[in-house]
């Protein structure tokens, strides 16, 4: 599918170009290939999202007209930048937090490290007091995929408080089809409380680039 590099009709002083550019280069290739030919390779969408001249029109398709910004609202996004796969990753160890401190022999660990990082893990341990999850998963690679599938839920609901472009800024940058795009009751339940331990933990690392 072609892609036009000029603009459309609609006034584009309503647009921050640097911002909207940066949405563009971030964007989860799978969510370009959605908007445009979901035959496109993964580095074909790269190469697009690396050029300049293409990334205002790009962003442009990955917003929906109601989200157009004004110019008023590009401050950072909800998360200062930061990685919402990690984000998932941090709220899901607290969801899972006493399956992780049952998780003890060191071939265990290893996989669970292998998958979420010794850093997620950390996380959720040191926040073991606001644990979700009651029942127990013993094996490493079934409660990894339960922290990913829990803790981007918990990031959706998170999102679905806040306006339509906060909520798209940090959508984009996550493949299609996580469980951020349907959480169930009860992550609507809990995200407030694990979200803002992420944002706080995040606030005390460097800023995101």
Do not use: Y
């Not at 993964?42 to 110019?71: C, F, M, Y």
């Amino acid at each position: 599918m072609p892609i036009s590099t000029q603009t459309s009709g609609r006034d584009q002083s309503q647009f921050h170009p640097v911002c909207l550019s940066d949405l563009a280069a971030l964007a989860h290739p799978t969510r370009l290939a959605a908007r445009l030919d979901p035959a496109l390779s993964a580095a074909t969408l790269v190469q697009l999202q690396k050029r300049p001249r293409l990334q205002l029109r790009l962003a442009q398709l990955l917003l929906d007209d109601k989200t157009h910004s004004n110019g008023s609202g590009w401050e950072p996004d909800l998360l200062g930048g930061h990685d919402p796969r990690r984000a998932a990753l941090l709220a899901g160890s607290i969801w899972h937090a006493r399956s992780l401190l049952k998780l003890v022999s060191k071939h265990d660990l290893t996989a669970l490290i292998e998958h979420i990082g010794a850093d997620v893990h950390a996380f959720g341990v040191r926040h073991l007091a606001h644990a979700i999850a009651s029942s127990l998963i013993a094996d490493p690679e079934a409660l990894a995929r339960h922290i990913e599938h829990d803790g981007h839920a918990c990031l959706g609901a998170w999102l679905n408080s806040s306006p339509a472009l906060q909520r798209s800024r940090v959508l984009l940058r996550l493949p299609v089809g996580t469980a951020a795009e349907n959480p169930a009751p009860e992550h609507s339940k809990a995200s407030g409380q694990l979200l803002s331990l992420v944002v706080a933990h995040f606030e005390t690392e460097n800023p995101a680039i």
